[in-house]
């Protein structure tokens, strides 16, 4: 109540217009701004191709998310979210993601959340992803997730809605149990989606207003594009990522700055082997 969250510490020395625009702006739909940029695979292909030959298996999805952990621990703003027209700093970094426990129209799917403290290196985040997703590809496997929606999907449709109301109520005045924030994949400081193991290219995904989740980056399948770099146009191998972010929690140098950086990982993903030293945001 009166701004305190079990998941986040609010912000009291943010600029005049962050203070007003999360009551201008009410909902993460409303706020919703994109973005979307072609990566050029060369860097990442010749890392792996390195890392292989030291007997250690990396792929494009391992690199880039050990990149988005990487970028919200150096640049912390990227870990805020708006709730009932404050602004909040997350308690950890969060990533969430869908998984298809097999690639089939029928497969089940879920929602994984793991949470990093920002200190991790690419091994350490690539081993506790591979960990997750072995945990959860069983079919007999129920995570916290899977558990709440199970107990959620008994109740007739119309209580659900109700229900789903009264989490929205309860979260919006920082009353919503840990349990369920702990459960829910929409609490989080972004979601990831590789919609190029399914053969199609990015999308960009919308934002839940459920939850607080800020960010939403989609990777596509590897194709060919045109890169205009050096007042030349050339021919190259790559993925595209498409972002979807609130533009409540930082401004657009930010933002920019922040995808500056992302790219800077990318390009050279032997920095990621490094320990990251996590940055906090304003008191």
């Known amino acids: 109540m009166f701004g305190y969250r079990s998941d986040g510490r609010k912000l009291k020395n943010v600029p005049p217009f962050f203070k007003i625009i999360p009551s201008v702006m009410l909902t993460r739909n409303d706020s919703q701004v994109y973005f979307k940029q072609d990566i050029v695979l060369n860097a990442m292909d010749d890392y792996i191709s390195k890392k292989l030959e030291e007997g250690i298996r990396l792929s494009y999805m391992d690199i880039i998310y050990a990149t988005v952990v990487r970028i919200i621990a150096e640049r912390p703003s990227l870990n ?14 969060y990533l969430s993601l869908a998984i298809k426990k097999s690639l089939s129209d029928t497969g089940q799917e879920t929602t994984l959340k793991i949470r990093y403290d920002g200190t991790e290196n690419i091994f350490e985040i690539k081993d ?17 997730t899977d558990n709440m929606a199970g107990i959620l999907s008994k109740i007739p449709t119309g209580f659900v809605r109700f229900a789903v109301k009264i989490f929205s109520f309860l979260d919006k005045h920082g009353l919503l149990p840990r349990v369920v924030i702990n459960a829910s994949p929409f609490h989080t400081s972004a979601f990831l989606t590789n919609v190029g193991s399914l053969g199609i290219d990015t999308i960009y995904h919308h934002l839940y207003n459920f939850g607080t989740t800020s960010m939403f980056f989609a990777m596509g399948k590897k194709k060919k ?12 191998k790559c993925i595209t990522i498409a972002f979807v972010g609130d533009e409540r929690i930082c401004d657009g140098y ?19 082997e490094e320990p990251g030293e996590p940055k906090k945001d304003i008191i």
């Not at 591979?130 to 945990?135: D, G, N, P, S, Y």
């Not at 594009?225 to 190259?236: A, G, N």
């Not at 920019?256 to 990621?272: G, Q, V, W």
């Open 80 to 93: 805020r979210f708006a709730m009932n027209g404050r602004l909040y700093a997350r308690d950890g970094i």
């Open 128 to 144: 506790k992803l591979e960990e997750t997703i072995k945990q959860n590809k069983d079919t007999e496997t129920s995570n916290n």
């Open 225 to 236: 594009s045109f890169i205009y770099e050096d007042d030349e146009i050339k021919k190259e």
């Open 254 to 272: 930010y933002y920019a700055s922040s995808f500056r950086s992302f790219i800077k990982y990318l390009n050279h993903p032997e920095l990621l």
